[in-house]
């Protein structure tokens, strides 16, 4: 399937790269097809990736793996909110957090307080508010990643 992109121009996708948010996103209700895209060589791990929106090619979020900036991340979910979604294990379960990123890099955050959970198996996926009250929905990137620096 051929799908059109702001910054990857035209792609050929294949069906099961489909991620379906039933309830769409955060202020995006009313689409819900998206797909995972990256621009790194074979191999390579991808620090950011782009949510990317089928239905609409110029709806492109920027996330990344929560992991790699707050390595104790363990949002608290309502289990009720996953069962929809089929069985959830360490295995399938793939938690990703918005990107934002001004001229400025070091002013760079995460929103850690809404973090996308996707069945990686089913490929049916949300966006959930943590009850946590530790995680804000702006947190330095470049201020975790010079603590995670001055740690090692």
Known sequence: MLIATK??????????????????????????????LYDIEEGEQPLVSWLQCIEEPGLA?????????????????EDSLLTSFGVMN???????????????????????KAPFIINTDTCIGCQIIVENNDYPVKYNVYDAVQNMKGEK
Do not use: R, S
Request: net charge negative; hydrophobic share 45%; proline share 7%.
């Open 7 to 36: 910054f990857f121009g035209e792609i050929d996708l294949e069906e099961d790269k489909i991620i379906e948010f039933p309830q769409g996103i955060m202020g995006f209700e009313g689409v819900h097809k998206y797909t995972l």
């Open 61 to 77: 979020i920027p996330v990344m793996n929560p992991l790699y900036i707050k390595e104790d991340y363990n949002p608290v979910i």
């Open 90 to 112: 360490d295995d399938n379960t793939l938690v990703l957090v918005t990107v934002t990123v001004p001229a400025d890099a070091t002013k760079m955050t995460v929103n850690l």
